[in-house]
């Protein structure tokens, strides 16, 4: 059973930094794409940042150069620095993954439970 688990999130003031991380753990043979999709209150899950396998990357516009996305293949983590946080960014973070089980031969989408970050003004 292929699970991913976020931790980091919080409250911060405007101007700050958190940083987020999401584990899969379970019988994993391989990792695609890892990200992090946000929703804030009454709007739908947006997409914030995608690492490929390769490590390129890429970022929702109004991230950019304040977000930066990474990961640990050794670890099956994916992490997501976030600073010079705005109130606009208060949202609940999703991680997700394209992952192939161990014994499977197909890659299925797998999604953590969500941390909500609160940036104050």
């Known amino acids: 059973q292929v699970q991913l688990v976020e931790s980091g999130g919080g409250l911060v003031q405007a101007g700050g930094s958190l940083t987020l991380s999401c584990a899969a753990s379970g019988s994993i043979f391989r990792i695609n794409t890892m990200g992090w999709y946000r929703q804030a209150p009454g709007k739908g899950r947006e997409l914030v940042a995608h690492?490929?396998?390769?490590?390129?990357?890429n970022y929702e516009d109004s991230v950019k150069g304040r977000f930066t996305i990474s990961r640990d293949n050794a670890k099956n983590t994916v992490y997501l620095q976030m600073n010079s946080l705005k109130p606009e960014d208060t949202a609940v973070y999703y991680c997700?993954?394209?992952?192939?089980?161990?014994?499977?031969?197909?890659?299925?989408?797998?999604w953590g439970q969500g941390t909500q970050v609160t940036v104050s003004s």
């Open positions: 690492i490929y396998n390769d490590g390129s990357t």
């Open positions: 997700n993954a394209d992952i192939r089980g161990a014994f499977t031969q197909v890659y299925r989408d797998y």
